[in-house]
């Protein structure tokens, strides 16, 4: 349990770490502006369905999902620490940027009015893909079957994510970073049940 304390901890503070060095927001700013130069209607009507999809929408459908399982089989310590835990992390970000203090890019395509770091769709789609994937590995086809919604679920969490670099309201390390809070966050609850994203 220390170790992932450890590892969460980590995350965090990468946070208000690697958005200061000149490295990073070279490569950030190169990043937005090569997505800039390859926007589309097509790509932005894609784009724009996965964006709001993967946020709230998708979040609150992969947190209640989960503890209806959960408690349908009688598993009532699961449900309480997946659905308070998953909570609480999710309502740790604006938190965190706030202490980050990182000013979105300024986008010409979308207006967002909180700050940029970490993003939260990427958060929202790292547990999404989590719970896909449970739910997929236990009630899902047979194994060969099963690689073609696994892998249209991950397209789906990278979709999400990039869709926040592409719209230009994300730089891509916020986008990285938080997708890994996600993963981080998830895996340090697990630590208290290790059966905790097996439905």
Known sequence: MFRRVMVWAM??????????????????????QWMAAHRSSGLSHAFSILTRAGGTPGFLIAWIIPPILFLKQK??????????????????IPFLKIMAN??????????EKTLSMPSGHAFDAVVILVVALAI???????????????????????????????????YPTDVLLGALYGACSLWLLQGFSPNLYSF
Do not use: N
């Open 136 to 170: 997929l590995r236990k009630w899902g086809p047979s194994a060969k079957a099963l690689r073609i919604p696994e892998i249209l679920s991950a397209l789906f969490a990278l979709g999400v994510c990039l869709s926040r670099i592409y719209f230009g309201v994300h």
């Open 11 to 32: 995350c965090v503070f990468s946070m208000f770490a690697l958005p200061r060095l000149s490295l990073v927001q070279a490569w950030d700013s190169w990043v937005l």
């Open 75 to 92: 598993r009532r310590r699961e449900a309480l620490i997946y659905s308070v835990g998953v909570l609480l992390f999710k309502a740790s």
């Open 102 to 111: 990182r000013l979105r890019p300024g986008s010409p395509l979308l207006e």
